[in-house]
């Protein structure tokens, strides 16, 4: 089994800045990527940023104003969330991509950006 628990979510003001993270446990004996998704309400389930050995991918909205890195040592994934603006609140979910086409799921943490 392996187990993904997001920390890091709350409430934030537009212009400023959150950092969530992502820590991997149980039988994890390989992780080809490991990323962010958000599911904000009323809308389907959306990549926010993704990062493996070969590549990193940001969604267009993030561009420029988040950052995914990772620890691999720990099976962990970060994401700085700069600038944030009300179309960034959402459910934050953390993503690992294992073998043979294994996904895991957190069970997200909330990102509420307001004013």
């Known amino acids: 089994q392996v187990q993904l628990v997001e920390s890091g979510g709350g409430l934030a003001q537009p212009g400023e800045s959150l950092r969530l993270s992502c820590a991997g446990s149980?039988?994890?004996?390989?992780?080809?990527?490991m990323g962010w998704y958000r599911q904000a309400p009323g809308k389907e389930r959306e990549l926010v940023a993704i990062?493996?050995?070969?590549?990193?991918t940001y969604s267009d909205p993030v561009k420029g104003r988040f950052i995914i890195s990772r620890n691999n040592v720990q099976n962990s994934v970060f994401l700085q969330m700069n600038d944030l603006q009300p179309e960034d609140t959402a459910v934050y979910y953390c993503?690992?991509?294992?073998?043979?086409?294994?996904?895991?799921w957190g069970r997200g943490t909330q990102v509420t950006v307001s004013s």
């Open positions: 993503y690992l991509e294992g073998p043979h086409n294994a996904e895991y």
């Open positions: 149980g039988s994890i004996f390989s992780i080809y990527a």
């Open positions: 990062t493996s050995d070969y590549a990193t």
